[in-house]
């Protein structure tokens, strides 16, 4: 079974910092991309991060400057290194991924979700 598994998430202070980690496994062929989403209460799920196989990064600008996303190609996981944390950042953060695997070319996979709680 092909899956994200996420860790990291918890309550931190404002101006604190924080790591998500997040690993696939299973029979994966190849990882095209792998990325970091977030829901807050009441709001739509926004993309925070993304970063390709060949390390191409993108992020959202309410972010930048103080997230950074990075990937471990050998270990098939994706780290968000946050700092400077805000209230605002409070949310559930998925990670995604889309994986090639030897019964489907392009299949698009989520985390189970991990809080994020930025709070005095």
């Known amino acids: 079974q092909v899956q994200l598994v996420e860790s990291g998430g918890g309550l931190v202070q404002p101006g604190g910092s924080l790591t998500l980690s997040c690993a696939a496994s299973?029979?994966?062929?190849?990882?095209?991309?792998m990325g970091w989403y977030r829901q807050a209460p009441g709001k739509q799920r926004e993309l925070v991060a993304t970063?390709?196989?060949?390390?191409?990064?993108s992020y959202a600008n309410s972010v930048k400057g103080r997230f950074t996303i990075a990937r471990d190609n050998a270990k098939n996981t994706v780290y968000l290194q946050m700092i400077s944390l805000k209230p605002e950042a409070s949310a559930v953060y998925y990670c995604?991924?889309?994986?090639?695997?030897?019964?489907?070319?392009?299949?698009?996979?989520w985390g189970q979700g991990t809080l994020v709680t930025v709070s005095s």
């Open positions: 995604y991924a889309a994986v090639a695997t030897p019964n489907t070319k392009y299949l698009q996979l």
């Open positions: 299973g029979s994966i062929l190849s990882i095209y991309i």
């Open positions: 970063v390709t196989s060949g390390g191409n990064t």
